[in-house]
């Protein structure tokens, strides 16, 4: 029975047009004939293209009320975000476009889906998705679908760069970098003012100095944090490291190093434990009493002005560095929370030369201006003392770099958090900045400096890391 007929017994039905037996053979000739049932046909096919036709628009309404979720992007950050079609249940689109993403660095890959680039500006922009459904002509006019995306600002344009006053008080350099030669080692240190000082024009408060020794070998390195809540610490960190570099170049004389060689001599050829306690009470006596030293300088300085002493609070860390034929011997003092850490040839093992100075709840930093320090039984474990074969780099941070770079105190002794500082280092980051250390390239100052204007939330204090390598 064809479809035709049965339509047309069920449209009579319909309207109550009985069919009376002695009228069946009429029936079956009506349906027969061709004009009939080319009219029928006809009725059937406009009745499908009615539904499909409202199935095609119910179809697109359904994609057009259909919310669709794409990722955020950030001005200057590369990114790619895919179109899950598969998800979305558009599995019977045949061709997408989206248009609108090229005046914001992006672009879209049909073939992967995906929308792709570096945004080059920011906004809440609405994209359009240009489509076609199957079942449609290759030619057909393509539907629209508006998509927002939203791209934010990078971060680090909306902090103000303002220069700091060089008018006031013991002004210096916002952003400092240097490189030269210790020795048979070669140095890169870099300072820089954190955002939340650039942002008010407020003035960079970390500093360093150091200097090699051609005539004796020794090398001394020192890193200082001004705190942010002393309004002369700047000038404070500053005294403190050219203080320590002051002390050596006018205390560290010929008989005490030739002390020190003697003891470190025994050392290495395996001495006692004499030996031992007389290596711990050397480094204990002259580095004491340069630390002293400099408290003291600052102690004067700030009587001198007529200024609490407190107003020039700053941490201190220093080391001294020297190559004998049996190694490396290294001395370290430090207060307050800057590391000094040391990394074996092989990248294996690292040794963090001091310990540190934090508070449960914060607020546990000590500073080189505080007399107690100099009178607390933990004075004798503020100093180090290591003689290696050799070493790959010997690191003084600030916690600029330490709070972003490690997060917890724990960190600093997981070698793995030094291999991952030395591929951040090496390019391994999101600005893919490359510092080139060993490269004995001038220009490695400049991309340390480059390097430390990385991006971490929530951390925007002076930035200070010096790497012997």
Known sequence: MSTERTYIEKLFAVRNIPLASNRQQLFEAFVKEEAIMQAAKQILENQQLLMDTWQFKNRLADIQQQSVS????????????????????WKDFIFSDIAGLEAYGLTYDNEKESIQGTPVKSGDIKVTLQFRLAGEAPDAALHEKIIPLVINPNPKSLWKNIDSDKNAPFWKEDNVAVAGVLGEKQIVVASKRGRSHANVGSFRDDDFAFKHFDDSGWSVL??????????????????????????????????????????????????GADTQKKLAHFVYENLGKAALSVHKKL???????EVPVKDFHATLI????????????????????????????????????????????GGGTRFITMPEIFKSDKFA??????LVPDFAYLMLMTDGIYDPKFVVEANLEKITAWQELLADLGGKNDDQVTVELNSGKPEVAAQLSAWMDFWSPGNHDDRTLMIVS
Not at 70 to 79: F, M, S
Not at 381 to 386: A, E, K, S
């Open 70 to 89: 794409i990722p955020n992007a950030t001005v200057g950050k590369v990114y790619e975000a895919k179109l899950d079609f598969i998800k979305l249940n």
């Open 222 to 271: 020192a890193v200082s944090d001004g705190a942010g809540s002393a309004r002369l610490s700047r000038e404070g960190a500053r005294i403190a490291c050219t203080g320590i570099v002051e002390y050596f170049e006018q205390n560290f004389t010929a008989a005490v190093r030739e002390n020190f060689d003697t003891l470190v001599g025994e050392h290495a050829a395996g001495a």
């Open 299 to 305: 102690e004067d300085f700030a009587t001198k002005l």
């Open 318 to 361: 220093f080391a001294l560095l020297k190559k004998y034929p049996f190694g490396y011997a290294i001395l370290t003092f430090g207060v307050g929370d800057c590391p000094i850490g040391l990394l074996n040839k092989d990248l294996t093992e690292i040794t963090l030369m001091n310990w540190l100075d934090v508070g449960e709840f």
């Open 381 to 386: 474990t503020r100093f180090g003392f290591r």
